[in-house]
Structures are given as structure tokens and as C-alpha cells.
């Protein structure tokens, strides 16, 4: 068997949010990569970046790829990763040459799954649960009302985790892409009063996962972790910027409150520092950044030595969140996987069967080989984006 083509698809497709009166804005772009073969056996991935123009620069990278591997064997999982990973050595093998790999490594699972007639977390060890914990987010409510009201009710769908953001409003330089690390003091009091609102709302038994969304400065951010630490959070993600574990480690130091980190890091070797200095409770590789489903097991096993719990970032599209739990249903030192919202059925016209979600649980089918859904090609090309 050999690849005879990769193929991105930027699609714009409807978003598991609230619905509004614009039709647009109920979507979001969304970016799949196929893999074809020889004999007929295709295999689908993602990457799904967080802004649309970076998911424009991944597709072209992939267009580039697909030259790269045709007539290479798709069974040689291992040997692809490497391939793709040192091409782009001298221009950086991290952020978007991981990306470019995870899209299409998720593939080649998905294809080898195929081929056998397994899933894929039978090639990776087989499960160690029936099925893999979840949480998701709550709308990002404007008053603490809204917030705990939204809370509330992904409570009544039986989701027992969830996780937001509360430091709104975003300091204004945010807008230009500069972030100065402060937060005004209005601001910061909105968000203590809205986790406060949403712990009185699920009660003490839900766990609060708190995401900073890394853009806070050292002294904002040990002063924001400190505030929230009364309203028993579970854990205080990505404080500062990623690109200084010394930061981090001054975070640490100050607070109480679990850290999380990683969404923003790619491979087993930027988790190396993370894992030996002990900066983070739990870490939170995303599948479809860091290098697919061949690294994140790999982080996954490395973690395990150092007895911390991984959570993958799986909140962009279905593959994202099904390629994630194929891992982690192996995983020993699983938490959750991250899903974008307690209802996901707006993921439904992509696929041909829709994710299975029970509570805080997500079921995996061990009569669908490969990854455990089949994209719907012709809705994909009908809703390219512009």
C-alpha cells in the first residue's frame, strides 16, 4: 500500500456554541486532513488551529507534505513522523511542523486501524476502562449569573468537570496580540465573583478547572491563583506564558492551587523540563499540536514515570476529541479529555455517526476500526472556507 495524495480541508462548519442571530458567527473553521492510498483505504485527521489564519499556513504546509510522502508505505507510522519532523529542522520542528504531523500521523492510525479491522487503541495496548472521563465549558458568561446558570445546567447533563475562563474582560492590548500581563482590578473582581457564583451553583462536589489562557505576568498571576484558591478550583491552567519555566516555577512556588500546563507545548522533549523540575500537577497535551497520536502516547508513558496525570487539549473539532480518547482509553494516568461543550451534536454533519457522549463519559465503539468515524467528504467540500 502506498500514499497517493494528503489533502487538507478548510472547512467552516457549525460550532458547538450558543446560537445567534448571525448565521457566521454560529460557525467556526475547522481544518481535516485526508490521507489517501493505493488501495482504496482512506484515513482522516486534524489539526483545527485557534486562529483561522494560522489553520490557512498549516493547510499549505500540508499541500507541501503531501509531495513529500507519496509512494511512502502508511503502515511506517514511526518512520513518518521522523520524516515529516526533521524536513522542517532548520525552520523549527515545533508548532507548525506538529501540527502538519499530528493532522496526518492521525491518519495513518486511522488507516492502520482500517487495514486490520481494530480500533486504534487496540494497536496502542488495548483499554484499561470502559470508557474515558470528559469535561467541558461552560458558556463564558458575562455576569455571574449567566455563568453559574450555565453551570448548572452541564451539571444536569451528568458532566462532573468543567472549565472556564473568567478573567473577562481581556486587558485591552489583548485586541492588538500584545499582552502586557496585567489585568485591571474591575476585572479581576468580576472573576473571583463568578467562580464564586458557579461553586455555590454545582456545589462542592464538581470540579472548577480554571484557564488563564498563559497571559498572565508572575505577580497577576500568583494573585489571581491566590484569590480563587477559597473556591477550592481544580486546577489553575497555564498562569504565565510557556515560554519560561522559571515563571512558572515562581507561580508554583507562591500558590497552592494545582497548576496545569501544556496546550501550548509540543513533544515528549519540551514536556521534559515540565516533568523534571516538577512545574505542573497535571499536563495537557493536544493531539492534534504536539504530534498526534504516536507523541501524545508517548508523552502519556513519559508522564506516567513521574506519577502526573495528563488531560489532552481536545477542544477543536470530532477528531480532535475521538482521536484523544482512542489514546487515553490506554493510559493508565488518564484525568479527562477536554470537549468543547456538554452537547457536541453540532459535530454531527461532519460524520457518519456522532460522538458518544454519556455523562462525563465518552464511549468508544470496538466495532468501528481505525479512529471510530468516517468524515462526510462531499458536506466537507460543499462548506470549504473562503
Known amino acids: 500500500m502506498k500514499i497517493t495524495k494528503i489533502t487538507p480541508y478548510l472547512v467552516s462548519a457549525p460550532a458547538p456554541f450558543l446560537p445567534t442571530s448571525n448565521a457566521k458567527a454560529n460557525n467556526r473553521e475547522y481544518l481535516f486532513v485526508e490521507v489517501n492510498t493505493d488501495e482504496g483505504v482512506t484515513g482522516w485527521g486534524e489539526v483545527t488551529c485557534t486562529r483561522d489564519q494560522a489553520n490557512r499556513g498549516v493547510a499549505s504546509l500540508i499541500r507541501h507534505v503531501s509531495d513529500l510522502l507519496e509512494g511512502d508505505d502508511p503502515k511506517n507510522i514511526e518512520k513518518i513522523w521522523h520524516k515529516v519532523f526533521r524536513h522542517f529542522t532548520y525552520m523549527g520542528s515545533r508548532g507548525a511542523t506538529t501540527s502538519v504531523i499530528s493532522g496526518i500521523d492521525i491518519a495513518l492510525w486511522d488507516i492502520r486501524g482500517k487495514v486490520l479491522g481494530v480500533p486504534v487503541y487496540e494497536l496502542l495496548g488495548g483499554p484499561v476502562r470502559d470508557a474515558v472521563d470528559v469535561y467541558c465549558h461552560p458558556q463564558d458568561g458575562a455576569t455571574p449569573e449567566s455563568l453559574a446558570q450555565d453551570c448548572k445546567a452541564i451539571v444536569a447533563t451528568g458532566q462532573t468537570s468543567l472549565k472556564t475562563d473568567p478573567w473577562y474582560p481581556h486587558h485591552p492590548d489583548e485586541i492588538d496580540g500584545y499582552m502586557s500581563g496585567k489585568l485591571s482590578a474591575d476585572a479581576e473582581n468580576q472573576g473571583v ?4 457564583a458557579a461553586r455555590e451553583a454545582v456545589g462542592p462536589d464538581i470540579e472548577i478547572l480554571i484557564d488563564n489562557h498563559a497571559r498572565f505576568d508572575v505577580p497577576t498571576a500568583i494573585r489571581l491563583a491566590n484569590s480563587l484558591e477559597p473556591y477550592d478550583i481544580f486546577w489553575f491552567e497555564e498562569p504565565v506564558g510557556v515560554e519560561s519555566n522559571t515563571a512558572l516555577k515562581q507561580v508554583r512556588d507562591a500558590t497552592n492551587v494545582p497548576i496545569c500546563v501544556g496546550e501550548r507545548i509540543h513533544t515528549r522533549w519540551e514536556f521534559v523540563p515540565i516533568l523534571e523540575q516538577g512545574l505542573a500537577d497535571f499536563i495537557m497535551p493536544d493531539i492534534t499540536w504536539t504530534g498526534g497520536i504516536s507523541e501524545l502516547k508517548k508523552i502519556c508513558t513519559q508522564a506516567e514515570t513521574y506519577y502526573i496525570p495528563v488531560s489532552p487539549h481536545d477542544a477543536s473539532g470530532p477528531i480532535n476529541v475521538i482521536a484523544g480518547a482512542q489514546v487515553m482509553i490506554t493510559v493508565p494516568n488518564c484525568y479527562r479529555v477536554e470537549t468543547m461543550r456538554a452537547d457536541l451534536h453540532a ?20 466495532d468501528r476500526p481505525g479512529i471510530g468515524i468516517e468524515m462526510d467528504r462531499e458536506y466537507l467540500q460543499a462548506h470549504l472556507a473562503d
Open 193 to 196: 465573583e463568578r467562580i464564586a
Open 347 to 366: 459535530y454531527d454533519v461532519l460524520m457518519d455517526v456522532p460522538l458518544d457522549i454519556r455523562g462525563d463519559k465518552i464511549h468508544l465503539d470496538p
